[in-house]
């Protein structure tokens, strides 16, 4: 088992330095995925619900089967069926499979159903709870009913809250707890991408924008890129790669080019300076006055004839004797237009000479 998860740890490692379709965006994108984390093979229902409770939650919790929404847990004995196990005859205090993306919804069969990439172990009641819903925020005194671990509540928590689970009827949005929601946006993300051709368009719609902002507060952590890795050991070696890259939520789905900084970033609000330089502030090529890409003559031409020449140090030392206020003269810019000045002028002519 060490070294399964060393393995797992390798290659995930390897997979998360690089960008995935380099160049590629909106629907080019895709079709990239499409065509390349399709998954060809998954395990039958039944195996996959016995494999994923065992090899992958169990795996990864000490022994623990967690409910994604409650982190409701139960200890998986070994020499047990884990399915028959985990949902306890049906019992409230049990768990069993919870598709992020609903059965109803294009989940309901085959490659769909039993693609292990978005499903989750789930504390029974709660999976009947969110039902078909798609997920999304809920207003706190809105919300119909809470859910953490073993309780069901539906009076706003004093403690823990952002650990509760959240469904609010009038809406009909459910809402995880905080620290699942990205994991839970990647696999959205994924499903519509991967199974387009089954996956309710609306559903999606409704939630996307809401999922992007949980993609981006919630990133993938190393146990959640270890967990696509262990999944993908069943299906084709082909991981979820929201997981493994972080741009292609914004890629696939929110890329407009007026949105991207300088450095490639969207909305990172970096422009290039005068100097050309990505978040520059110009120093790289500033003048001996002071200006971006100047020729050092702007305040040293006192008399604007185009020349930098005696006459313009001539004039600065009328300017000084008569003690001129007149900011003309302030060659370096510091305010004061005194015998500095004179010196700069001079070697701004001199360097010219040369």
């Known amino acids: 088992m060490k070294n399964k998860l060393i393995y797992i740890l390798f290659i995930s490692f390897l997979f998360t330095q690089n960008e995935i379709g380099v160049g590629l965006n909106n629907d080019s994108l895709i079709n990239y995925l499409q065509n390349n984390y399709t998954t060809s093979t998954t395990l039958s229902y039944n195996n996959c619900r016995d494999i994923l409770y065992r090899e992958i939650e169990a795996f990864q919790n000490s022994g623990q089967v967690k409910g994604i929404y409650t982190n409701f847990s139960i200890t998986l004995p070994n020499g047990v069926d884990p399915s028959t196990f985990l949902y306890n005859n049906g019992s409230s205090n049990g768990i ?77 949005v459910f809402e995880p707890r905080e620290d699942v929601k990205g994991d839970i946006a990647r696999s959205i993300f994924y499903f519509y991408t991967i199974y387009n051709n089954v996956a309710d368009d609306n559903f999606f719609n409704q939630q996307k924008n809401t999922l992007y902002q949980w993609h ?97 140090v001539v004039l600065l030392v ?29 070697n701004i002519i001199l360097g010219d000479s040369e």
């Open 96 to 172: 069993n499979c919870e598709h992020l993306w609903p059965q109803s919804l294009g989940a309901g069969s085959g490659l769909p159903k039993s693609d292990m990439h978005h499903l989750r172990p789930c504390k029974t009641n709660v999976n009947s709870a969110r039902g078909n819903y798609p997920f999304g925020e809920s207003s706190d005194t809105e919300t119909y009913k809470w859910y953490w671990q073993d309780i069901e509540t539906s009076s706003i928590p004093n403690s823990q809250i952002d650990q509760y689970s959240e469904r609010n009827i009038n809406s009909q």
């Open 216 to 312: 981006l507060s919630d990133p993938a952590d190393n146990s959640e890129i270890e967990r696509t890795w262990l999944i993908a050991e069943y299906q084709n070696n082909i991981p979820n790669p929201f997981i493994i890259d972080s741009t292609l939520v914004y890629r696939c789905y929110f890329y407009n080019e007026s949105d991207l900084g300088c450095d490639g970033i969207p909305n990172s609000g970096l422009l290039n300076d005068d100097c050309g330089v990505c978040g520059g502030d110009n120093s790289s090529c500033i003048d001996s006055c002071g200006i971006p890409n100047g020729n050092n003559t702007t305040c040293a031409d006192l008399n604007n004839d185009n020349t930098v020449n005696v006459t313009d």
């Open 318 to 346: 009328n300017l000084i004797l008569t003690q001129s206020s007149n900011s003309l003269g302030d060659v370096n810019n510091d305010n004061n237009v005194n015998v500095t000045d004179v010196v700069m002028l001079i």
